[in-house]
Each structure stands twice: as C-alpha cells, then as structure tokens.
C-alpha cells in the first residue's frame, strides 16, 4: 500500500513531521492490521500490511459503512494532512486522491519482493548508502537495531520466505520488481 504527496511534493516537510506520522501509524493502524513493513519517504509512504479480523469488520462512518482498516487509513492521513496545513498555514489536499494497494499473497514470493523493496526505497532514492541508516523505516525493527516496534515481526517471520537469520545479506540482493511511486 502507497501513497504520495499531491504533484509528488513532499508530505514530510520537517524532520520532526516523520516522527509524529509514526505516531499516527501506531495510533490508527497498528489496531487495526498486522503491519509487516513500512518506509516513509520525503513525498510518499509504503506500508505491507497483512489484513486480519478486525481490518476487515465493518463500522459505520456516518451514513456511511465501511471496514475498519479503511476507516484507519482515512483517520491517519486526514488528521496528518490537518496537522501539516496548520503547520504550513495551507489548506487543502495533501496525498493523493486514492491509497493505492497492491495483494500479494504467499504463494507467489510478491510478499518477500515488496518487503525488500519498501526497505530498499531509500537507499535506491540516494537518501541513504546503507538500508540500515534510514531512520524512518521497519528494517532495523527487523534487525533488533531499534527497541520499539510497529511490526508484527512474528507473523512477519512466519509468512515471509525470507531467511531472518540472513536478513542483511538477503535485503542487499537486488530485487527486479518495481511499484508505481
């Protein structure tokens, strides 16, 4: 799952503004999925979620009805989007229209890819020379270089065809796929 700033403008404008979009990630989607990996970039985002029971349950939103991890997404980039045009003194949009998602599913490694992509999106960006300086991303969750976690790193462990033990060397293989930024 990706989104971007509107024109691929930045959505973290200050360094202090990654922090409390973390915040908001802990807030409003980690209830309501497994997230397996995330990355934030200066003008998009990238998370791998896994959708459980509680994502997929129903809620009304108003006159409106809609699935709990739906309702997340809107939340979290609503109450971001308010935060950053107050900061800013803006108005109005700052993501794109539409979240866009990609399934993946077990069978087919797509899970594994999109996992060492997400992780390699800085790196590949030139932000970074190593994955593992990136601040604003689940791989050092993933290589216990950071004590708290957003990741449900069991599942993660369990769904994965990725060899943890390895993860460094696994992670800087390159990887021939290619998401919509």
């Not at 997340?72 to 971001?80: E, F, G, H």
């Amino acid at each position: 799952m990706f989104n971007r700033g509107n024109n691929k403008q930045p959505i973290f404008i200050r360094p202090e503004n990654y922090p409390y979009f973390v915040k908001g990630i802990e807030r409003y989607l980690t209830p309501n999925c497994d997230l397996i990996a995330w990355c934030l970039m200066p003008n998009h985002f990238h998370f791998l979620i896994h959708a459980n029971a509680n994502s997929i349950s129903v809620i009304e939103d108003g006159s409106f009805k809609r699935q709990r991890f739906s309702q997340a997404i809107k939340q979290l980039l609503s109450s971001y989007t308010k935060a950053i045009n107050k900061q800013e003194q803006r108005t109005g949009s700052l993501f794109q229209q539409k979240t866009k998602a990609i399934c993946v599913t077990d069978n087919d490694q797509h899970d594994a890819i999109a996992f060492h992509y997400i992780h390699q999106n800085p790196m590949k960006a030139g932000l970074v020379k190593r994955m593992e300086d990136w601040e604003y991303s689940s791989f050092k969750e993933y290589l216990g270089l950071r004590a708290e976690t957003l990741c449900n790193l069991n599942l993660a462990h369990e769904r994965l065809a990725i060899n943890f033990n390895r993860l460094l060397e696994e992670s800087y293989k390159v990887v021939n796929f290619e998401f919509e930024d």
